[in-house]
C-alpha cells in the first residue's frame, strides 16, 4: 500500500523527505524531479526508466483523490474494509 506524507516547501523551495520515506535512500544518492501539469514525483536515478507510466497514473490518481477530500466526497472506511476500498479505484 502506498504511503502518503503532507510536506511543506521552504522559502527557498527545498522539502524535506520525511524520515519513514527514506528507506533506500542514502546521502549522496541522485534522484530525479518529474513535474506533470500539478504533480512532483521524485524518483531515484537508478530506477528512472522502471515504471514511469505507472508512477505518473498513481500521481494522477493519488490527486484526483485528494481533489475529492477536499470537495467533502471522502468515504469512511474501517482499517478492515480499507484494501478492499482501494481495490476498487
Known sequence: M???NVIRVSSKGQIVIPRD???GLK???RLVVIKN????ILK???DFDK???EDLEFARRTEEAYKRIEAGEGIVVD???LEEEM???
Open 2 to 4: 502506498a504511503n502518503i
Open 21 to 23: 520515506m527514506r528507506d
Open 27 to 29: 546521502e549522496g544518492d
Open 37 to 40: 501539469k500539478d504533480q512532483i
Open 44 to 46: 531515484k536515478a537508478d
Open 51 to 53: 515504471n514511469l507510466e
Open 79 to 81: 482499517s478492515e474494509n
Open 87 to 89: 481495490m476498487k479505484w
